[in-house]
């Protein structure tokens, strides 16, 4: 995979900018000031409450008014002045060999308004001894899991953990001061067993990390939603889109679901597994009638990969993961509708892609085709040759 800009990200020019805006501040004003391309964040009481991306100049306010919705700053408003209930709640992050972003991750933890009890750092079998030492340093638990894979890092740490709620950071990311708070507030029902938060992205300083926010990115709007029965049952047909439950690098758990229904699926999430345990995960709640939720005021900012081979990686990973997880979830539901999706659904959608590909040079939305496809058969080859090993 070449660095080649797609057409149609040419006349992008590269850091895109984000900006900040607060509601309440003269930027935001009848008498601000227009302001340039890039990706504008609205934010009302110290939260992001809506965004927009723009091409040329805007007036703020304007913006604001398409921007963002009066039910969103109320929700915002309404999550803020709640109490805090669960506090009872481990911090967790798996890593591997990735010293500097784990550093720059656990900087932002003596900054919540929500102590954790406990942070649990999982180093998934790291050459050499600087993620022990960044652990050290920031006065978290270090715990070393030597069997390669997510999965198998995630289950140590739920097994390490003492508390009754989990929550899970990835390594690349950075917490709002509120994030830990707000994940808990959100579980006020006993039937929610997972919570989501919003992720947007740390910066935007390359085609390759403009490409996975615009076409592969983490967040899920400015909206809560809750996942739980009618969503499974609606979905069931053409398996269940759990990808609309949020991110792996952002969510927190009763601990009790772990013993209620299993840990993470180990065949998942390494080397040609790809990506996926998190969304297996949700499906297994989601089937057996637990409410998954997504709650925008949780936020973290994710550094997505800059190189256009490193996101080419990333793609084959995340549809070889996909059609592993699919499988996996056939066989532990027997829900038809996840072979549908392997088997009609996709084979539908890459042969749409393909035939915009032929027709057009390549874009932004259609330059990893074929690591998307190979990433799918990738998956299923994975997964059938290990149908009878043990899920954890």
């Not at 991306?53 to 009066?70: F, H, K």
């Not at 993470?264 to 949700?282: N, Q």
């Given at each position: 995979?070449?660095?080649?800009?797609?057409?149609?990200?040419?006349?992008?020019?590269?850091?895109?900018?984000?900006?900040?805006?607060?509601?309440?501040?003269?930027?935001?004003?009848?008498?601000?000031?227009?302001?340039?391309?890039?990706?504008?964040?609205?934010?009302?009481?110290g939260?992001?409450?809506?965004?927009?991306?723009?091409?040329?100049?805007?007036?703020?306010?304007?913006?604001a008014?398409?921007?963002?919705?009066?039910?969103?700053?109320?929700?915002?408003?309404?999550?803020?002045?709640?109490?805090?209930?669960?506090?009872?709640?481990?911090?967790?992050?798996?890593?591997?060999?990735?010293?500097?972003?784990?550093?720059?991750?656990?900087a932002?933890?003596?900054?919540?308004?929500?102590?954790?009890?406990?942070?649990?750092?999982?180093d998934?079998?790291?050459?050499?001894?600087?993620?022990?030492?960044v652990?050290?340093?920031?006065?978290?638990?270090?715990?070393?899991?030597n069997?390669?894979?997510?999965?198998?890092?995630?289950?140590?740490?739920?097994?390490?953990?003492?508390?009754?709620?989990?929550?899970?950071?990835?390594?690349?990311?950075?917490?709002?001061?509120?994030?830990?708070?707000?994940?808990?507030?959100?579980?006020?029902?006993?039937?929610?067993?997972?919570?989501?938060?919003?992720?947007?992205?740390?910066?935007?300083?390359?085609?390759?990390?403009?490409?996975?926010?615009?076409?592969?990115?983490?967040g899920?709007?400015?909206?809560?939603?809750?996942?739980?029965?009618?969503?499974?049952?609606?979905g069931?047909?053409?398996?269940?889109?759990?990808?609309?439950?949020?991110?792996?690098?952002?969510?927190?758990?009763?601990?009790?679901?772990?013993?209620?229904?299993?840990?993470?699926?180990?065949?998942?999430?390494?080397?040609?597994?790809?990506?996926?345990?998190?969304?297996?995960?949700?499906?297994?709640?989601?089937?057996?009638?637990?409410?998954?939720?997504?709650?925008?005021?949780?936020?973290?900012?994710?550094?997505?990969?800059?190189?256009?081979?490193?996101?080419?990686k990333?793609?084959?990973?995340?549809?070889?993961?996909?059609?592993?997880?699919?499988?996996?979830?056939?066989?532990?539901?027997?829900?038809?509708?996840?072979?549908?999706?392997?088997?009609?659904?996709?084979?539908?959608?890459?042969?749409?892609?393909?035939?915009?590909?032929?027709?057009?040079?390549?874009?932004?939305?259609?330059?990893?085709?074929?690591?998307?496809?190979?990433?799918?058969?990738?998956?299923?080859?994975?997964?059938?040759?290990?149908?009878?090993?043990?899920?954890?």
């Amino acid at each position: 995979m070449s660095d080649a800009i797609p057409s149609d990200m040419k006349d992008n020019v590269f850091p895109v900018p984000i900006r900040y805006l607060d509601l309440s501040s003269d930027d935001v004003g009848p008498n601000a000031p227009a302001i340039s391309a890039g990706l504008v964040v609205f934010v009302s009481a110290g939260l992001p409450v809506g965004q927009a991306y723009i091409e040329g100049s805007e007036i703020p306010n304007d913006l604001a008014a398409r921007a963002v919705l009066p039910e969103t700053i109320e929700h915002a408003r309404n999550v803020m002045q709640a109490p805090i209930r669960n506090r009872d709640v481990s911090l967790l992050i798996c890593t591997k060999d990735r010293p500097d972003e784990l550093a720059r991750c656990l900087a932002s933890i003596p900054k919540q308004s929500l102590p954790p009890v406990e942070v649990i750092v999982v180093d998934n079998a790291s050459a050499g001894d600087g993620t022990r030492r960044v652990v050290e340093a920031a006065g978290a638990t270090y715990v070393r899991e030597n069997r390669v894979g997510l999965d198998y890092a995630r289950n140590a740490a739920v097994r390490a953990a003492k508390t009754e709620f989990v929550a899970f950071a990835d390594d690349d990311v950075i917490l709002h001061e509120r994030w830990l708070e707000n994940l808990m507030k959100a579980f006020d029902r006993p039937e929610i067993g997972c919570v989501t938060g919003l992720i947007l992205p740390g910066e935007l300083s390359t085609p390759a990390q403009l490409i996975f926010e615009i076409h592969w990115g983490f967040g899920r709007g400015y909206r809560r939603q809750d996942f739980g029965p009618d969503f499974y049952r609606q979905g069931a047909p053409y398996a269940v889109p759990v990808g609309l439950i949020g991110a792996g690098a952002s969510q927190a758990f009763r601990r009790q679901v772990f013993d209620d229904i299993g840990l993470f699926d180990v065949r998942l999430d390494m080397g040609a597994a790809g990506c996926s345990g998190d969304s297996e995960f949700w499906n297994r709640l989601l089937h057996n009638g637990v409410t998954c939720r997504y709650e925008p005021t949780a936020v973290s900012w994710h550094f997505h990969r800059k190189d256009m081979k490193g996101l080419a990686k990333q793609i084959r990973q995340y549809m070889s993961g996909h059609v592993a997880a699919l499988l996996v979830q056939y066989q532990n539901t027997g829900n038809l509708g996840n072979l549908r999706r392997i088997l009609v659904s996709l084979p539908r959608h890459y042969l749409q892609k393909l035939g915009k590909w032929l027709r057009k040079e390549a874009t932004s939305d259609n330059i990893f085709l074929k690591d998307e496809i190979l990433g799918c058969l990738n998956g299923a080859w994975y997964v059938l040759r290990r149908w009878n090993t043990p899920a954890w």
